[in-house]
């Protein structure tokens, strides 16, 4: 599986931008999709998830009720979309994929779109 993230860019605080992730290759093995940040000096974190079967989508709580995420099943792209952007925001964001192979947990990611957010 690979992962290849776009639409990261330089906003304003308050703006909105959306992040694609095109996946390809074996996406059908996926079990889960994801959007992780990393701001400089800290870990990555969760952003939100969605499982590729259907279900609810998970958010983390900084994001919830400003972003929302959301899958093409035709094309296999998965996005981020993100309303009211706050200087913490601002992050390296990655896409990715979790595939379970019976106890097996496999994980893809993207290399990542810098989503910079000024005051």
């Known amino acids: 599986v690979q992962l290849v993230e776009s639409g990261g860019g330089l906003v304003q605080a308050g703006d909105s931008l959306r992040l694609s992730c095109v996946a390809s290759?074996?996406?059908?093995?996926?079990?889960?999709m994801n959007w992780y940040r990393q701001a400089p000096g800290k870990q990555r974190e969760f952003v939100a998830g969605?499982?590729?079967?259907?279900?609810?989508?998970n958010f983390a709580d900084p994001v919830k009720g400003r972003f929302t995420i959301s899958r093409s099943n035709v094309n296999n792209i998965l996005y981020l979309e993100m309303n009211s952007l706050k200087p913490e925001d601002t992050a390296v964001y990655y896409c990715?994929?979790?595939?379970?192979?019976?106890?097996?947990?496999?994980?893809?990611w993207g290399q990542g779109t810098q989503v910079t957010v000024s005051s």
């Open positions: 990715n994929g979790l595939e379970q192979d019976g106890t097996v947990l496999y994980a893809y």
């Open positions: 290759g074996s996406t059908f093995r996926l079990n889960a």
């Open positions: 969605i499982p590729t079967g259907g279900g609810s989508a």
